[in-house]
């Protein structure tokens, strides 16, 4: 099923320089959902240490694409994934992959919040107990206090971590989850519409905390806001029926886009 | 005779139906004949009217001519009220089927007020009932002290009981059958909790939707299986089964087993744990499902760490369930459990249940007023009361849990 794509770096998005390898290369990426396909062929490299968006409208596929870097798909019944995706040049959909070992390098935020229903302290220490990170006495206290600083969110829960994590607010929950995420020291992040139930505050702090977060992390986030796209990332595709239409500079996505479709899209055009 | 009465009850309904309808469709939409306004209600609730207005206007007076004239036993002066009540509806009807009359709010009143009487009735007969338990309860606890009743270690009520004898202690003990029907519902349960549990989680998380569609009913089928051919099936099979089996390691034991019993009972509990415990799994939120995955969990620990203690109340409440089932059997117990009550701890010796005296009780010839026929009261009150704690517990679990999880 996976053919093997013979020149890498003939990607007609291939937007990393030599000195900085890219995180993730996908090459003829298609999906498919029973014999519907909704991911026709997408060829693009993400870069590292750098967020990049995925804009487009409903349902042209941003989530399907988004879960193909932690193989979430593998969870969805009838869902199928065929083409070539490698992160740091090794084949993630190869049989020598076991996607639990994937998915801890590779986190993903939800649109929804879902912290379990469990304390504060046990939703964030959740990974690091699974993935057993945590070798001394008192680590696993230090990973939870450090993952809920990074989080921004220590401050406010650091006297009621025995507090289940939904009595946390809407915004409260998100960042908690994403602190959950971080606690097993993941390489990527994925977020598909992190803000979506957020208000404008919650939202700000969110893009505040994915703008400190991306020195050390590839964020890839899938929005519906184009100025949130333009805020917060570096990179920008544009989705259109199951295809990558665009992909390039932020920038030059918002202010000079070649393709007809993302210049109709993010002048509201369509979608 | 009721017949007869019936079917002019229902006669005339439908004539004050019929009336209500025509004068109505007349008044309102014959040209010429009203004002030129929409009227409130459209005809057929008009009818509606009338016909409930005679029809619970008869039946008032039905019962009550049954509770003042029923020595008259005529059937002519019924039918003559009726007949008059149906007239004097129609003639009601004639004043009031206007434009303006609001039928329509007034059959809505009506028809809230024959479902609130339904659930009433249900209430009533309830309490009914709870009373009746514990008023021939009182009685018994008159022949037989309350304190031996629940006290004492022998139950033989069997041998008979002469007049001056009545209320001997030591022939009314619940104990032994309390304790019986304890030990046959606990070793069910080891069965039936373990057993239902994991098929709801095969069922629910990894099955896959289409093998669920098939084993789903399948195990449903168990549930439909008549109580009393699980009792023939623990008397003439797995009781002597377990019984051959402990003699080939040497030991003589009865074939009237607690362990024979309970793995009957237990294989009848087990579709009705499992199919709540799997619509309770199924029923945690898939978000928490993909976020356990998400942060590469394997199935097993996703349903260690999230599906069960997410589903706790609910898998508990299943399971309390399957405990008052146990507790309630009868045909099953009836069947394959002793009649002799024996005060022990052992599964392989042959016990006694409350359900079982009850029956036991209560079938040949009996007096009404015997302490024997009287103690059915007192052992069905107990169920009951044991009954109604397990789902006071039940429910208050669930509470706690929900207070502090789910907002
Ligand atoms: N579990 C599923 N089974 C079948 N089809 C699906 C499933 N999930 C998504 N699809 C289909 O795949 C296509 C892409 O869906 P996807 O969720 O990736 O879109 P999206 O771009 O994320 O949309 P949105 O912006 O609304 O979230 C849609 O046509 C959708 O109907
Ligand atoms: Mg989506």
Excluded at chain 2, 27 to 33: E, K
Excluded at chain 2, 286 to 292: E, H, M, N, V
Aim: with cysteine; aromatic share 10%.
């Amino acid at each position: 099923m996976i053919d093997q794509p013979a020149p890498l770096a003939t990607s007609p998005f291939n937007t990393s320089s030599p000195a900085r390898l890219p995180k993730f290369r996908c090459r003829n990426v298609q999906a498919y959902y029973g014999k519907t396909r909704v991911l026709h062929g997408i060829d693009v490299d993400i870069p590292d240490q750098s967020v990049t968006a995925l804009i487009g409208p409903s349902g042209c596929g941003k989530s399907t694409f988004l879960r193909v870097f932690n193989r979430m798909n593998d969870t969805i019944p009838n869902a199928r994934v065929t083409g070539h995706v490698e992160m740091d040049g090794i084949d993630i959909y190869s049989d020598q992959i076991d996607p639990t070992v994937l998915r801890a390098r590779v986190g993903m935020v939800f649109q929804k919040p879902n912290p379990f229903p469990k304390s504060i302290y046990d939703n964030v220490a959740y990974g690091p107990r699974i993935h057993g990170l945590a070798d001394y006495a008192g680590e696993l206290d230090d990973i939870v206090e450090h993952s809920l600083r990074r989080a921004a969110l220590w401050d406010e829960v650091k006297d009621r971590l025995g507090e289940p994590g939904t009595s946390l607010s809407n915004g409260q929950q998100q960042r908690l989850v994403i602190a959950r995420a971080i606690a097993i020291r993941p390489e990527v992040i994925l977020m598909d519409e992190p803000a979506s139930s957020l208000d404008p505050i919650a939202t700000a702090r969110l893009e505040q905390l994915i703008d400190e977060l991306k020195q050390n992390y590839c964020i890839l986030i899938v929005t519906h806001s184009m100025a949130q796209a333009a805020r917060v990332s570096e990179h920008t595709g544009f989705f259109y029926q199951g295809a990558l239409v665009e992909y390039g500079e932020t920038n030059q996505i918002f202010t000079n886009p070649v393709d007809q479709r993302t210049q109709d899209y993010i002048t509201g055009r369509t979608g | 005779m009721p017949m007869l009465l019936g079917g002019v009850y229902l006669f005339l309904i439908v004539m004050a139906f019929v009336f209500a309808r025509t004068l109505a469709i007349m008044r309102f939409y014959v040209p010429g004949l009203g004002a030129e306004t929409r009227p409130h209600s459209v005809p057929n609730f008009h009818a509606y009217f009338a016909a409930w207005t005679a029809g619970f206007f008869m039946l008032l007076m039905l019962a009550l001519y049954r509770l003042f004239f029923a020595a008259v036993g005529s059937v002519t002066i019924p039918l003559i009220l009726m007949a008059l009540i149906t007239a004097l509806t129609c003639l009601m009807s004639f004043k009031l089927t206007q434009r303006e009359f609001k039928a329509r709010d007034y059959v809505e009143g009506f028809v809230q007020f024959a479902l609130f009487l339904c659930s009433g009735v249900v209430i009533l007969i309830t309490f009914g009932i709870i009373l009746s338990l514990l008023f021939e309860s009182l009685r018994f606890f008159e022949k037989i002290p309350l304190t031996d009743f629940l006290t004492g270690l022998e139950w033989s009520p069997q041998i008979p009981i002469r007049e001056d004898q009545i209320g001997e202690a030591g022939s009314f003990g619940v104990v032994p059958v309390l304790l019986g029907t304890g030990l046959i519902t606990v070793f069910a349960m080891l069965i039936a909790v373990p057993i239902g549990l994991f098929i709801a989680i095969y069922l629910s998380e990894y099955a896959g939707r289409r093998r669920r569609r098939v084993i789903k009913p399948v195990i449903e089928i168990l549930a439909g299986i008549p109580s009393v051919v699980y009792g023939f099936f623990a008397l003439l099979t797995i009781g002597p089964m377990v019984q051959t089996g402990m003699a080939a390691l040497g030991f003589d034991i009865t074939a009237q087993s607690v362990v024979a019993v309970s793995i009957v009972m237990g294989v009848m509990i087990i579709p009705y744990i499992s199919s709540l415990s799997d619509d309770v799994m199924s029923g945690v939120p898939q978000i928490l499902r993909d976020g356990s995955y998400a942060l590469g969990a394997t199935p097993s620990e996703t349903v260690k760490k999230i599906i069960l203690p997410a589903a706790f109340p609910g898998l508990m409440a299943a399971s309390l369930l399957g405990v008052s089932r146990a507790l309630g059997e009868t045909m099953i117990v009836a069947l394959a459990a002793s009649k002799a009550a024996n005060l022990t701890f052992n599964p392989f010796e042959a016990v006694t249940t409350v359900t079982v005296q009850i029956v036991t009780l209560l079938t040949g010839d009996q007096e009404l007023d015997s302490a024997k026929t009287l103690a059915a009261y007192a052992l069905g009150l107990i169920l009951f009361i044991l009954t109604l704690l397990l789902n006071i517990i039940a429910i208050s679990i669930v509470r706690g849990y929900n207070a502090k999880f789910h907002r």
